[in-house]
Structures are given as C-alpha cells and as structure tokens.
C-alpha cells in the first residue's frame, strides 16, 4: 500500500522517476497493490497503470490534492487492502523500494513466520543526492517504525489523522525488527527540496522542528543546501558505497 502525488515528475540520481523505481521494485515480491492517488497530475496515475497485468491493482483517487488527511487516505486504502483479500500489508512511500535481497523470497519468508507478532519494523537507508552518502541527522540511520503487519480486524487508521501523520496502523500488539532495508532515495536537486519545503510551510508544518540545526539548515527564502560535493561544515555524512545492495 502506498500514497502517491506527483512521482512521475521526481527524478532520482539512478535517472528513474520515483514511481517507476517504485513499480520496478514491488512487482517482485508483492501479490498485489493499492495506491492512493492524491491528485497527481503528472502522469502517475499512469504508470501505475501499465502494470496492472503483472499483479492485483486498485488506485483508489482523489481529483485535488488533499495532503492534510494522510489518515483518510490511509484509512480508505485499507479498506481497499481488505476488498482484494490481503493476510498481510506493507507500506512503502512512492521514494522507497528495498534493498535486493528482499526480493529473494526474505519478505515472504517473514509473513510466513510471524506467529506472535503483529509488525514488523525494518531498517532504512536515506540516500543524499547520490548512492554514495546516506543521511545521519534527525534520524535517518534508524528504523523505519512498522511497515508490514497482518491485517486482523482490529488494525485501522485513524481517518482524521493530518500530515506527517504515522504510517504503522493502530491495533498491533506485539511488532519484531527485520534487518532487511529499505532504501530511501531523497531529493537529489535543490528544487525539489525547496518544492517539497513550501509545499509543508503551506501546510502550517515547519520543518524545522524536524531538522538537526547543526547538520542540516534551512531557511525561507535560501535553503543552505550543500551542492554535490558535500563538502562543508553544516551536514554529517557518511561515505557507505551501497551501490551493491540495489545491483
């Protein structure tokens, strides 16, 4: 399960849109997925489509972009989860894939084993602008918080729920860790950055409250970001070739 706006326009360092890279990746270990589309109008809903022959499909969609009810797409997703028959969902964001060795049966292989746990939490690498740095700050070298669970009667979303709002679903009782990784391709240009800043200011969400101040600095008008070197004083980096883990 997913939500997705405007994917097909965010280009990564590897050259795919954001969607495309999605699709590439949850064809190989998923039975069937549900992508709330939240008013794209970039062609996303599009490509989602042209898969629709390799597995179970529904995009349930809104015609304007609704970011401030996170909750009730999640929650309306769900339902969507239920209606195609799911035992177990996982959640992924549209700039999110796993790291290969997922794809060689180790997801299924946890679904098969979760016996006396609801979720699972994963692990999560957040790339910088390229393949070669992951992020450090606020964060971003830990887990992910539960991304797949069972779909027993008591797992919901809480429809009112805003932006930014969790991903993990009320109603699981005992959630495991996995060291399988998702790999998180962030923005690699400076205007998608500043476009995704304005577009959380103009939800009354300051993204400062979730940055580390002494690794990463915004600001209104000039956001200080490093070019893509990164060389410089305000940001921690790490230099993990992980190349590997996505060939």
Same mark, same amino acid.
């Given at each position: 399960m997913?939500?997705?706006?405007?994917?097909?326009?965010?280009?990564?360092?590897?050259?795919?849109?954001?969607?495309?890279? /999605?699709?590439?990746?949850? @064809?190989? *270990?998923?039975?069937?997925?549900?992508? /709330?589309?939240?008013g794209s109008t970039d062609g996303s809903r599009d490509i989602i489509t042209d898969w629709s022959?390799? /597995?179970?499909?529904e995009i349930p969609s809104n015609?304007?972009? @609704?970011p401030s009810r996170e909750g009730f797409h999640r929650a309306r997703g769900l339902e969507h989860c239920r209606r195609l028959g799911a035992d177990f969902v996982l959640c992924l964001d549209p700039d999110e894939v796993f790291e290969d060795?997922?794809?060689?049966?180790?997801l299924r292989a946890?679904?098969?084993?979760?016996?006396?746990?609801?979720?699972?939490?994963?692990?999560?690498?957040?790339?910088?602008? @390229?393949?070669?740095y992951i992020r450090l700050d606020n964060g971003w070298s830990g887990?992910?918080?539960v991304r797949l669970f069972k779909l027993h009667d008591?797992?919901? *979303?809480?429809?009112?729920?805003?932006?930014?709002?969790?991903?993990?679903?009320?109603?699981?009782?005992?959630?495991?860790?996995?060291?399988?990784?998702i790999i998180h391709f962030g923005y690699s240009t400076d205007a998608d950055?500043?476009?995704? *800043?304005?577009?959380?200011?103009?939800?009354?969400?300051?993204?400062?409250?979730?940055?580390?101040?002494?690794?990463?600095?915004?600001?209104?008008a000039d956001p200080k970001w490093l070019n893509t070197t990164l060389s410089g004083p305000h940001i921690k980096v790490y230099n993990e070739q992980i190349r590997g883990i996505l060939s």
């Open positions: 997913t939500q997705v706006y405007n994917q097909n326009s965010l280009v990564g360092w590897d050259g795919k849109t954001n969607i495309l890279r /999605f699709m590439e990746s949850v @064809t190989k *270990y998923c039975d069937g997925l549900v992508a /709330f589309d939240d022959g390799d /597995f179970e499909l015609k304007v972009n @609704t060795k997922a794809v060689r049966g180790s946890l679904c098969e084993n979760m016996f006396e746990t609801d979720g699972i939490k994963f692990s999560r690498r957040d790339l910088w602008r @390229t393949d070669r887990g992910t918080g008591d797992v919901e *979303y809480n429809a009112d729920a805003g932006v930014r709002s969790p991903i993990a679903p009320d109603g699981l009782k005992k959630v495991s860790e996995s060291i399988l990784r950055i500043l476009l995704k *800043y304005k577009r959380f200011k103009a939800l009354g969400v300051d993204l400062m409250a979730h940055m580390d101040d002494s690794s990463v600095r915004l600001c209104d």
